[in-house]
T-cell receptor, first 109, second 115 residues
């Protein structure tokens, strides 16, 4: 089955700096890669996704890159704000959704 | 904007008891999912459901678990004989389609506490 690894597990950045979270996957058949933001005690919310036929996607301060050859994809958040503080999960979709272990992002005002 | 809803928000049960967690997916969605998240850990896939049958299930989804769509709106997860390690947040999700790779929308979750 798929194995999704996510790094780092915790990340602290100063407000205004950029944050980068990286994930790798093992199943070359995976073709959809969403990123979820989960605030404490709340549901995961989709913030951005990328499909396997696309290398990069951007939505305002958030971007995702995908390298299919290397089987890794990354989330980039620019100009971070305190409200970006949350746990971020990557996921890879083959037959099922497999989630990464999460990154706890803290943006320090 | 339509949302996935789940009831109850918190369920406390004794070990060995049966629990039923309820979900109402978004009305025009066709694929339904259950996930589990043990406190502080990642989200884990349990099962997907389409056309009144299970599409995929993980190794976590053993004989103690079952899913059902008893009517046109509800989607339920039953745990027959709960164990302490079943304590977790259970999320329901739905999507329009699997093949077209549409995004999943998560419900708010049910926190299950087994004592």
């Amino acid at each position: 089955g798929e194995n999704v690894e996510q790094h780092p597990s915790t990340l602290s950045v100063q407000e205004g700096d950029s944050a980068v979270i990286k994930c790798t996957y093992s199943d070359s058949a995976s073709n959809y890669f969403p990123w979820y933001k989960q605030e404490l005690g709340k549901r995961p919310q989709l913030i951005i996704d990328i499909r396997s036929n696309v290398g990069e996607k951007k939505d305002q301060r958030i971007a995702v890159t995908l390298n299919k050859t290397a089987k890794h994809f990354s989330l980039h958040i620019t100009e971070t704000q305190p409200e970006d503080s949350a746990v971020y999960f990557c996921a890879a979709r083959g037959n099922q959704f497999y989630f990464g272990t999460g990154t706890s992002l803290t943006v320090i005002p | 904007e339509p949302e996935v809803t789940q009831t109850p928000s918190h369920q406390v049960t004794q070990m060995g008891q049966e629990v039923i967690l309820r979900c109402v997916p978004i009305s025009n969605h066709l694929y339904f999912y259950w996930y589990r998240q043990i406190l502080g850990q990642k989200v884990e896939f349990l099962v997907s459901f389409y056309n009144n049958e299970i599409s995929e299930k993980s190794e976590i989804f053993d004989d103690q678990f079952s899913v059902e769509r008893p009517d046109g709106s509800n989607f339920t997860l039953k745990i027959r004989s709960t164990k302490l390690e079943d304590s977790a947040m259970y999320f329901c999700a739905s999507s329009k389609s699997r093949d077209r790779i549409n995004e999943q929308y998560f419900g708010p979750g049910t926190r299950l506490t087994v004592t």
